[in-house]
């Protein structure tokens, strides 16, 4: 008889019996008891807050290693960033390249800071960059930019949908007035409208000069969702200041043709015997290796097709101040490998939905500015040329798993760094 899985096992025999029904009732029902322990009710960075905080965590060798010295000494450097504040966590960080990019607006050799606790990472970004500068470096563009906010309206029918879309497109200029008149940096550049049912979302986009601009967006899309509310000749039922249809931090396949955040691509053509002596395999190889896993990816539904954007722009935006959250749209894209007129290798990627900024948001913080100085990246007009860098390292990432891959060094790879 075969043997079942035991953890399956192990659940399935609680839920058949093991347990009685009153037990399983007592242990899932909901519990009134006052906390044990109970955090400040003020959310704010202050000495008194900080230390009331571990008086009740109450766990002095985690306190040692989290509230630090050298940490305790620039609390005040946070307290814009974060709320009920207890100290820093030390991310490993590596360097990878020098990574050689010739853009629009990145151009040279980077050393790309990585923040990482995933061994073998660094090392494998650091081997596709170092190909890239072997061949001369990587072409990228930035093709567009746009970061949206998309607020939703409920009406009683399409009749009313209908009136309040007529009175809305009448009114551009006085949204974009009241949109600017919230920030110094963003500019409203469009509204696009979509109708679903009696739902109408409008889609507001902005540019958010050097930030990643979600607060930015949010902060003038609500004064122009006020107005609407008050001004509007047809009343919604409801109306949500976001309807979920602009994709902030979660994966979606609109942005795949169109822009969130900063889309960018990038090009390399290899030789053969370049691949050869940095990856150990054949352009052909790769081809095959990305043809079958464009169909896996389709198979699995995944949007988009790419190896691992997810890791180099985890560890880069870590590294750099970035929401990290947004991981989870920025990592989707193309890449595409072809054998090139020569019998070398053609590989790109496309990445529509950077939310990156060198401004705002993490930037300024202590380590997160020292990672953006190491790459010449902070402050104002580096944006367009980190989402340049952002593109050609997911490149090099690219090459370096496919490589791995097709000569059968990924596994001994993890194997060697990974133990």
């Not at 040692?64 to 005040?76: A, F, G, P, R, Y």
């Not at 008149?181 to 986009?205: C, K, M, P, Q, W």
Request: hydrophobic share 40%.
């Amino acid at each position: 008889m075969p043997k079942l899985n035991l953890h399956r096992r192990d659940y399935v025999s609680i839920l058949g019996g093991d347990i009685s029904a009153d037990e399983l009732e007592k242990k899932l029902q909901p519990h009134f008891e006052k906390p044990v322990n109970k955090l400040t009710p003020s959310p704010y960075l202050t000495e008194k807050n900080l230390t009331r905080r571990w008086a009740a965590l109450n766990n002095a060798e985690s306190q040692q290693e989290l509230l630090d010295t050298h940490t305790e000494s620039q609390i005040q450097a946070y307290e814009k960033n974060i709320e009920h504040f207890i100290g820093t966590v030390k991310v490993p960080v590596g360097i990878s390249g020098p990574l050689r990019v010739n853009g629009l607006f990145a151009e040279g050799d980077y050393l790309v800071p990585l923040a990482t606790t995933e061994a073998a990472l660094v090392a494998s970004y650091n081997r596709g960059s170092k190909l890239i500068t072997a061949c001369g470096g990587a072409s990228a563009m930035l093709l567009n930019e746009g970061v949206t906010r998309t607020p939703g309206f409920a009406f009683r029918g399409l009749v009313e949908a209908g009136q309040f879309v007529a009175w809305a497109v009448t009114q551009y200029e006085q949204f974009k007035a009241l949109a600017e008149a919230t920030t110094s940096h963003g500019r409203l550049t469009d509204i696009n409208i979509n109708i679903e049912g009696n739902h109408v979302y409008l889609v507001f986009e902005f540019l958010t000069g050097d930030a990643s601009g979600q607060n930015m967006v949010t902060i003038a899309t609500n004064a122009v969702f006020e107005y609407i509310i008050e001004n509007t000749p047809v009343k919604p039922d409801h109306a949500f200041l976001d309807g979920n249809l602009s994709g902030d931090k979660k994966a979606n396949t609109q942005t795949l043709r169109s822009v969130r955040g900063k889309k960018v691509t990038a090009e390399i053509n290899i030789p053969a015997e370049v691949i050869a002596k940095y990856l150990h395999t054949t352009p052909e190889k790769m081809v095959q290796f990305g043809q079958m896993t464009t169909v896996g990816g389709a198979l699995s539904g995944t949007i988009g097709i790419n190896a691992h954007y997810a890791n180099a722009l985890a560890a880069l935006y870590i590294a750099c101040g970035q929401d990290a959250a947004c991981v989870a749209e920025s990592a989707i894209g193309m890449t595409r490998m072809e054998l090139n007129k020569e019998g070398g290798l053609y590989a790109s990627v496309t990445l529509p939905n950077l939310m990156l900024g060198t401004v705002g948001g993490g930037t300024s913080l202590p380590s997160q500015k020292a990672c953006l100085d190491l790459l010449g990246l902070h402050g104002n007009g580096k944006s367009q040329a980190l989402a340049e860098v952002c593109a050609v390292l997911c490149l090099a990432g690219e090459l370096s798993i496919v490589g791995a891959f097709c000569a059968g060094h990924f596994s001994r790879a993890h194997h060697k760094l990974a133990r």
